[in-house]
């Protein structure tokens, strides 16, 4: 499958072609999968990053679209990793929803980065959903000593079962339901975040939800409680329809 002029202009970005394979798959709950892969040789060129994703390229009525997704484990020594999938309407997830092992999907890896904020935080204040669920992880595994507070909004009764990886001892999980598109998230965390906010300095802010409601609550950290744009780092992860 060719990708479009998307593909042309990350290829002109400098933009690196992979093809993964499926090894295996898992039913982690009735709207969320996780599929495992062999690498196709990429971890080995570029090496791994806490909270590093991939474009991945899906065929949407034959035509190519591709959808960004965070590695979950990734294993350079043996080439392989997985990436779970809020399952949804849409052409990634039906493709996720009948994956089989042998299955292959093509993938492209630019714009991924991650710059450790300096200095390290002494708090991390995090807010997603089951969409950036594996770059929480991947997130909190990066500071492992570090407390944090992390808002996950759900929109099923099953996401309570949801691979969180939060020790209780350091991480305060606050699950808030989405109401009103996301407008009792960005309530919840602007009621709770200036009291809980003691050394600015020391905290960083990690946003990914929807893109309005990342928009809104990045704003509000920005202005209103004045944190320097080196301390938040905020990238909508889906659209609301």
Request: proline share 7%.
């Amino acid at each position: 499958m060719g990708h479009g002029w998307e593909g042309v202009v990350l290829k002109l970005m400098r933009g690196k072609d992979f093809t993964f394979t499926v090894t295996g798959a898992e039913e982690v709950t009735d709207h969320f999968r996780r599929i495992d892969f062999t690498d196709g040789g990429m971890l080995a060129q570029t090496g791994v990053h806490p909270t590093m994703w991939v474009r991945v390229w899906f065929s949407d009525a034959g035509k190519p679209h591709q959808r960004a997704y965070t590695l979950v484990d990734p294993d350079p020594a043996a080439g392989t990793f997985s990436l779970e999938f809020a399952l949804h309407d849409g052409c990634a997830s039906d493709w996720a929803r009948t994956a089989r092992p042998g299955d292959t999907v093509e993938a492209t890896l630019q714009g991924t980065g991650f710059t450790a904020p300096v200095p390290e935080p002494s708090r991390l204040f995090v807010v997603g959903d089951p969409a950036s669920l594996p770059a929480i992880n991947s997130l909190l595994g990066a500071f492992p000593a570090v407390p944090a507070t992390v808002w996950f909004e759900t929109g099923h009764a099953s996401d309570a079962d949801l691979p969180l990886r939060v020790d209780p001892d350091r991480h305060d999980v606050r699950r808030v339901p989405r109401r009103d598109g996301g407008a009792h998230l960005v309530e919840q965390v602007s009621q709770a975040l200036p009291d809980l906010l003691d050394d600015p300095a020391g905290a960083y802010v990690w946003i990914a939800c929807d893109t309005a409601t990342t928009r809104t609550l990045t704003a509000f950290v920005r202005k209103e409680l004045a944190l320097p744009k080196d301390r938040v780092s905020a990238l909508g992860y889906w659209r609301t329809a």
